[in-house]
């Protein structure tokens, strides 16, 4: 007691220096940029990333919920963010994206006095190999709708945070503090604030390798306080849970001093590792502790914590303690008792017994169960968070949200382009890139070969085969098709649960696989050395030496002191990055996980040492080869898990003979994780590190940030789609995003950013009508937008009309649009939409803003038209039709001065071989003609509304003039008649048309959706059909026609000039 109480006073004598030493260091994720943009961010103002999923949630270590919102549940995700539901689960949506510096969500905790205070704890605490660190703490008073920053950056890593039961202002936070390396640092342990986050004190605290990862607060009694310290640790080559730090306290006045109690009689001897404890809601003096312990396990005091004993050693609830050790306590039922793990656990004899509750996904990391109702709970584990009002019985789905951490990506060159990746505690996948539906669902997804670490190779030459890893040296080769898996591991002799000292060949537990882009036959990788086959993994050869420091005194067991754990992730010297230049076959690039570049010249004959003078002991996490130059190749290095996150990018020239630091611009505590190149533009570059991407456009001298709408994610890897020209990220907790604007990008130049200027269009497909933004909680990804998409720049705001023209070929014009009217030239309303400060436009009116302007059309004609009044069309619209193939202009006017003219193609879906341009041409011509006559028609039935109005108001002028009544109430006769054949006036809702058939009007507009439906040519029955309507159709407007002649014109007599006649 007393020592603890000496650590306090220390605390309070280094506290001012600690407040001031964060004032002044960068805290992560909250860095500068080191040099000034190449562009304004207005320059690229309109670029936008689209999510496209996969919708299959990932890890989280921290849920909670309220007792007085039955259906409002919180998820921090470990790379995603905060995300909320309002309807139990069903669907959810972040909450934190423009908050938060930093995704990976430790802890969260709603305040059990108010529902709409939430404390966000960041840097999750469960030490993966890949666990990405935070910036501090964050605070929500409006249940998520905004957040403000706590402090606390220099915690790193966050375990746990508790509330006071009455009291929303008093937190306490359970810092872990520096996990990375070995150095340890002060601001670690137990911090309360007594002010909502506004001022922290350090109230438990051991020493500078020991933080905090538990607490638990009696809910009875708030004096009483119990907190769990965690010596452990991470290096690249081992990972360490336990010592002397580890231990188990109490406090009985609110968290101001600290008694340990790891040592009170029934606890276990010798050293601890992590410890989980929870009070029973129940009765106060029940608390339970899990401990990682050679003696470990359940452990129960029925005193408040003065005395325990053992009762439950079961390994299910206690193994890998280092990444579960987690015990909750029922909150109506004194001998309920929940234990996370693999499995989810439930004792109903306090401890004694446990029985497995069956959950959606495994690896069980946190739970909250509402106070006043033990069947209402949300856990949290690898695939995200998910409720049950049942006790467990059922649980709502982890297929709501795009959190995938996935590990890499490749492409492939089918149309549309596939995207592959492996998520973490999941499988590996393909995922199409686009899809002519709405959206892309989970039937545009589908396993392939690999495991959920792995790299994935598709076959370039079968589009059904991939190649893919995992742990272990897992390698195996998938047909999609026939859903066959064949093993062609390197080394089949599997090596878990083993160290790294004494493996032949020590696969990491992500590992290189790349097939050769000169010949698709040859396949490589990578252990500590590099291996090649030409038979599809039959044999291996090994084509190099051990390309590693091969430092034995860093191949060891990994797990600490106590509990090891070996699964290939600590496998250290090992090559982590390798590629073959696309432009010079036979160069080989090889990079290690501790810091040695290596290149064969030879097609690896022979291989030579390049690495960079200056770079220290590091992870080569992407080797880049250019496109453009075979001697020139592009590096993306870390150095995060020796607890040092400055960005490392470089670049040679001369096949690695000398290297250029090339960096500037990306902040001090942002970490690179990848880097790729441009194939369509030379010097531009792109770069992934720990919370989002980077661009630039002189082959690295600067970087400017290309964050636009990403959250802020950490980017494992990125990928440049040559043919389509799209940058997709994979990212470690948001799933795949794509950036298909890299056009504007590749033309971009000092001249263009200052001036007005129309950029050029890039080529599109007739690929369905598809596209648009999927509603919030909907669980779809995104497609592009639909039609051609046009980027314009403006050097200023104008006051002047901005108009943009779309030309055939031969100079007629399809359609223009304004920034001053809409489609139906209607003035555009210059007003505001709950948020004040923006302007709201409908998508078919221009932008007249400085900066980068988008616009997408959708190649379509001019419609039909429309009805004035009601107008119900079953299966049908008024819509025009779909551009064919063939070359279209654009061009930009501002006020009357051509601003841009530039043409751009519409190509054939490549897909369509049978397909000819004649059929897609006479497809056009048809719509084209029943849109002329569906078009007469309503003008026809307009022109019968309006002549019936004039015919009132006549008769309201002509008296008692009974010879002019009868006339006009035969004529008014006449047309309803042929206002009833030509349309369904009796339908006044969508589905009335079963109750009253469809007539004229709808039906032409039902067969030119069946005739624009799809792509090819018409069939002869459907100008069978047209024919037949269209002649009806000129039955009844012959009739309106002798009307107007006729009956109205004498009706009219010298009143008014005839009306002019509808010609058919």
Known sequence: ??????????????????????????????????????????????????????????????????????????????????????????????????????????AITVAPSDPNVIYAGMGETDIRGNMSGGDGMYRSTDAGKSWEYLGLG?????????????????????????????????????????????????????????????????????????????????????????????????????????????????????????????????????????????????????????????????RNIRQRAWYYTKVIADSQNEDGVYVLNVGFYHSSDAGKSFRRIGTPHGDHHDLWIDPDNNQRMIIGDDGGGQVT??????????????????????????????????????????????????????????????????????????PSVSYGGSYGGYLNRYDSELGLSDRIDVWPDNPMGAGAENLKYRFQWTFPIYISPHNSDVMYATSQYVHRTTDEGMSWEVISDDLTRNDKSKQV?????????????????????????????????????????????????????????????????????????????????????????????????????????????????????????????????????????????????????????????????????????????????????????????????????????LFNPEHVYLFGRGGGTPPPGSTIGQNPEPGVVVFYNLSEDVDQEVLLNFYESDGDLIKSYSSKEDEEGQPVKEETDFYQEEEVRPSSVLSDKAGLNKFSWDMEYPGVTDLNGRQILWAGNTRGPEAVPGTYTVKLYIGDEEAGSREFEVLKDPRLTEVTQEDLEEQFNLVQTINAKLDTTHKAINHIRKLRSEINELMEESGDNEEARELASEIKKALSEIENELMQTKAEATQDVLNYPIKLNNKLASLKSTVATGYGRPTEQQYEVYEDLAAKVDVQLERFNKILKGEYGTFKGEIENPSVPIEN
């Open 557 to 757: 067991e990994s797990g600490g002191p106590i509990t090891k754990d070996d699964t290939s992730v600590e496998y250290y010297n090992t090559i982590f990055s390798f590629i073959e230049s696309p432009v010079e076959p036979g160069i080989l690039w090889a990079g290690s996980d501790g810091g040695l570049i290596h290149i064969s010249r030879d097609n690896g004959d022979t291989w030579e040492e390049v690495t960079p003078e200056d770079m220290p002991e590091a992870m080569i996490s992407i080797i880049d080869a250019s496109y453009f130059d075979g001697g020139t190749a592009y590096v993306a290095a870390n150095r995060y898990k020796f607890n040092d996150f400055q960005p490392m990018l470089y670049k040679t020239t001369d096949y690695g003979r000398s290297w250029s630091r090339i960096n500037d611009g990306i902040p001090d505590m942002d970490f690179t994780r990848a880097i790729r190149e441009d194939p369509n533009r030379e010097g531009l570059l792109y770069a992934g590190t720990e919370t989002g991407v980077y661009v630039s456009f002189n082959a690295g001298e600067n970087w400017q940030p290309l964050q636009l709408n990403l959250p802020p994610v950490a980017v494992t890897d990125l990928a440049v789609h040559k043919r389509e020209k799209d940058l997709v990220v994979a990212t470690q907790g948001r799933s795949f995003w794509v950036l298909d604007d890299l056009p504007v990008l590749h033309q971009l130049n000092d001249d263009i950013a200052g001036s007005n200027h």
């Open 1 to 106: 007691m007393e020592t603890i109480k000496k650590a306090g006073l220390l605390f309070i004598l280094l506290l001012t220096a600690s407040v001031f030493t964060e004032a002044k260091a960068q805290i992560f994720g909250h860095g500068e940029e080191t040099s000034s943009p190449a562009y304004e961010a207005s320059t690229l103002k309109d670029l936008n990333y689209r999510n496209i999923g996969p919708f299959r949630g990932g890890r989280s270590v921290a849920v909670a919920g309220h007792d007085a919102k039955p259906y409002t549940f919180y998820t921090g995700f470990a790379g995603g963010g905060v995300y909320k539901t309002t309807d139990g689960g069903n669907s959810w949506a972040n909450i934190s994206d423009e908050y938060f510096k930093t995704g990976s969500v430790g």
């Open 389 to 462: 009002y049942n006790g467990g019985e059922s649980w709502s789905s982890y297929h709501t949200s795009a959190t995938a951490q996935i590990y890499q990506v490749t492409t492939d060159n089918q149309f549309p382009y596939m995207i592959y990746g492996a998520q973490q505690d999941n499988s590996t996948f393909a995922i199409k890139s686009r899809t002519s539906g709405f959206g892309i669902d989970e039937s545009d997804w589908w396993p392939v070969a690999g495991g959920e670490s792995g790299y994935i190779a598709p076959d370039p030459d079968e």
């Open 154 to 314: 220099q915690s790193q890593f966050i375990g746990d945070i508790e509330v006071h039961p009455e009291n929303p202002d008093v937190v306490w936070v359970a810092a872990m503090g520096q996990l990375f390396g070995t150095d340890g640092n002060p601001e670690r342990g137990v911090f309360k604030s007594t002010d909502g986050g506004k001022t922290w004190n350090k109230v438990l605290y051991r020493d500078e390798k020991t933080g905090a990862v538990d607490i638990a607060v009696d809910p009875n009694n708030p004096r009483i306080l119990f907190a769990a310290l965690w010596e452990a640790y991470r290096n690249p080559w081992q990972m360490s849970s336990g010592g002397d730090g580890s231990g188990l306290f109490r406090s009985k006045d609110g968290g101001e001093t600290w008694e340990e109690i790891s040592q009170n009689p029934g606890m276990p001897k010798g050293l601890l590792g992590k410890i989980g404890v929870s009070v029973s809601p129940v009765n106060s003096n029940r608390v339970y502790a899990i401990v990682e312990n050679l003696n470990g396990g359940l452990f129960r005091s029925e005193d408040g914590g003065d005395g325990w004993s053992r009762v439950n050693t079961n």
